[in-house]
Every structure is written in structure tokens, then in C-alpha cells.
């Protein structure tokens, strides 16, 4: 009997930590039809110096009053030149950016994702966080997150995202699980 009474404890913590540590289920986008290419997206700029974006906070708080700008192609803006345009705005320094679409899993399973930035940013697929920044660094990946995709299909995308000055990169890999990560190709990606 005791034997048993151990063995059912055993059983019990190991579903225990398996359930811990599963992946967080993104949650499929309402919308999965009459989706365009690119990313929709709206800027705020924090002006000359001295002023600065410091934060993740002060990027939101600046994108109270953001414009529309020009749709993003996807999310391959590579490390630029000092001096280059941030993302499509004409500014090149002290840009906040609030990026809305969706992002097109063609099979379900457990993903690797990871995003790189230069400066900060907070990215949400389908409810879940897949990378945030608060404060500066240069073009490098940030933390890689695993989530379960569980259906074919559109995911909600969002992503504050801000530069202060230098350079300016925004991408994002994926990959199932096990299988290595590559960049998130432009066709994956929809408004």
C-alpha cells in the first residue's frame, strides 16, 4: 500500500512539472480571411535632442498621440546605418512605433520564437509575450520563448517597439521546436 501511496505521489509531481513547464497556447485571430501583406504601423517621435525615449513606458505613453505611417513590409529591418530612417519613418533617431497585424503558423505544434531589436520592444502573439526590452541595446536577439500553436492559421500580432539613436534593427526568427530557428519570412506576415 505504500509502495502504491508513493508511486501516485510520484506520478502526480511529475504531471505537476509537466504542466509547469508547458508551452503557453496562443490564441487564433478572429480574422483568417481578407488579410493584405505587411504590418500596420503608427509613430510618435520624441524630437531632437536632448530628448531621449528612456523606456518601454515612455514609448507607450509617447504613442498616445502617434500617426499612421507607411505599412511595414514584415519584420526584416536589419541593423542600419547611423543616420537611416527607423523602420518607414523619415526620422532616424528618438521613434516610438506601435505595429499591429497578424502572423500566419501554416501547421500547429510547439514554436521557437525569438525577436532582436535595437532599442526596446514588447511583442504579443495571439495574447502571449514573445520578447520585451525595456531599455536600450544594440541590434541582438532578445529572450527565445516557446509557445504552442495549436491550429493552423492568423495569430494577432502586436509590437511597441522604440529607438533612441544610432542604429535600428526589428526582426523576428521562428522555428517548431527542435528544429532551429530561421528568419520570419514577409509572407508570413499580414494586416
Known amino acids: 500500500m505504500k509502495t502504491i501511496v508513493l508511486s501516485t505521489i510520484a ?23 481578407g488579410i493584405k501583406s505587411g504590418l500596420s504601423v503608427k509613430y510618435a517621435w520624441g524630437g531632437n535632442p536632448p530628448s531621449k525615449i528612456q523606456s518601454m513606458s ?51 505544434g510547439v514554436y521557437e520564437l525569438e525577436t532582436w531589436s535595437n532599442d526596446g520592444i514588447d511583442a504579443q502573439i495571439g495574447g502571449q509575450s514573445v520578447g520585451r526590452v525595456d531599455g536600450r541595446q544594440g541590434c541582438e536577439a532578445n529572450q527565445r520563448v516557446t509557445v504552442e500553436v495549436p491550429q493552423a492559421g492568423w495569430y494577432d500580432l502586436r509590437i511597441k517597439y522604440f529607438q533612441k539613436y544610432g542604429t535600428a534593427c526589428l526582426m523576428m526568427k521562428w522555428g517548431k521546436q527542435g528544429q532551429g530557428l530561421a528568419w520570419v519570412p514577409n509572407s508570413a506576415l499580414g494586416r
Do not use: W
Open 58 to 108: 515612455q514609448a507607450i505613453s509617447m504613442l498616445g498621440s502617434a500617426k499612421s505611417g507607411k505599412p511595414l513590409r514584415g519584420l526584416d529591418y536589419r541593423d542600419t546605418n547611423e543616420g537611416d530612417p527607423v523602420l518607414t519613418h523619415k526620422e532616424h533617431f528618438n521613434v516610438a512605433a506601435d505595429i499591429r497585424g497578424y502572423i500566419r503558423f501554416d501547421a500547429p
Open 11 to 33: 506520478a502526480m509531481g511529475i504531471l505537476a512539472a509537466a504542466a509547469a513547464s508547458a508551452a503557453p497556447t496562443l490564441k487564433p485571430a478572429s480574422k483568417q480571411s
